[in-house]
């Protein structure tokens, strides 16, 4: 696989808006456009396989080991280098709904089975630092091994039961994507005059 060192790989910025896909049924994530055609790079794999990362496990709600369906995918627009690497851990209770879906449909159609099956309306939670690749990452995602990439841990819970159904860990190249976060005040954030009335300017 050619290692793409050096090239300009087009940014996109991430917020935190969830939208339906207006390409397939399911759901486009931050970083994703409902518009967009995004396609998989390489094989997609749809297989349990045992979780042994502790952390991910706890998030998802089983034990280090427990064997668990895990969907895998390197995916980005059809016209740009990958872009992300998706790992999505499904929770055993859930996994039967969504065991013989085709790993490469369009992202959030799986999760939209899942919610057809009484577990309306998921809500997510991510977790995101930055980190070195490993060296099958950065040959996936078609970077150096030098460059950082942001990891995003998505976890997904049930409107039905109020539990963990997936986890989905994000790897992306820290050249491709930026996060952008609006800010709100609290409550107590309020204006520091007593009467209420701002200061004029000098």
């Known amino acids: 696989m050619a290692v793409r060192y050096g090239t300009i790989r087009p940014r996109r910025p991430r917020g935190d808006l969830v939208k339906r896909n207006e390409q397939a049924t399911g759901y486009s994530f931050p970083s994703a456009s409902s518009q967009e055609v995004w396609v998989s790079h390489g094989k997609a794999v749809n297989l349990p396989a045992r979780l042994d990362d ?13 064997e668990v369906l895990r969907r ?6 059809a016209s740009e280098a990958p872009f992300q690497i998706n790992i999505s851990w499904i929770h055993p209770r859930v996994a039967d709904i969504v065991a013989n879906l085709d790993a490469s ?3 959030g159609e799986w999760l939209h089975h899942i919610e057809k099956a009484g577990h309306w309306p998921i809500s997510w939670m991510e977790i995101h630092r930055a980190r070195m690749p490993s060296r099958d990452e950065a040959a996936l995602l078609e970077i150096p091994t030098n460059l950082p990439v942001l990891e995003i841990v998505r976890v997904g819970t049930s409107g039905g039961d109020q539990k963990p159904v997936e986890v989905t860990e994000y790897v992306v190249a820290s050249d491709r994507v930026e996060t952008v976060h609006v800010l709100h005040r609290d409550a107590n954030a309020k204006e520091p005059w007593p009467d209420g009335e701002p200061r004029s300017g000098s």
Do not use: Y
């Open 54 to 66: 502790p952390r991910v496990a706890k998030l998802l709600g089983v034990e280090p080991g427990t």
């Open 72 to 77: 895998f995918r390197v995916t980005g627009p």
């Open 105 to 107: 449909p369009a992202a």
